[in-house]
Every structure is written in C-alpha cells, then in structure tokens.
C-alpha cells in the first residue's frame, strides 16, 4: 500500500470514477482511470482507500484531514493483526 497513491487518486477523481475503477479492478481487469501498483490487488487497495478519503472530502473534510484520519483507521487496523 502506497498512502500517496491513494491521495493522489482522491484528489484527481469523484467517486463515480473511483467506484468504476474499483469494480474494474475487483474483476481484475485494468481501470478507466491510471492507479499505480504492482497488481490489480495493490491498485484496488489505493482505489478503496481513495474513495474512503474522497467522500470525507466531499462531505466537507479538508483533504490532508480525511487522508490522515483514513489512513490512521488503517493503519490500526493493521496493527491489530
């Protein structure tokens, strides 16, 4: 997972293209949109992460809080495991 890539897609796509590349992806073809990663599973991370960040964005979150707080519930999550 690259934190960075996630960001990027959410600040250069709505979540209309972030929701289409995540379902090209699950069928682990390539999306519409350009998503960095190694495979279709690294990409579908950062697209969901994305989307996450977004609809906090489009709800009135500035960007560099969305991004922090949702990177944040991940990486706990993570660190739970």
Do not use: N, Q, Y
Request: glycine fraction near 6%.
């Amino acid at each position: 997972m690259k934190p960075a890539e996630a960001r990027r897609l959410a600040t250069e796509h709505d979540v209309l293209a972030l929701d289409a590349a995540i379902e090209k992806l699950m069928e682990e073809r390539d999306a519409e949109i350009r998503v960095e990663g190694e495979d279709h599973g690294e990409k579908l991370t950062h697209c969901l992460l994305a989307k996450r960040i977004r609809e906090r964005v489009d709800a009135g979150e500035e960007l560099k809080d969305a991004f922090r707080a949702v990177v944040g519930e991940v990486r706990g999550t993570l660190s739970k495991t």
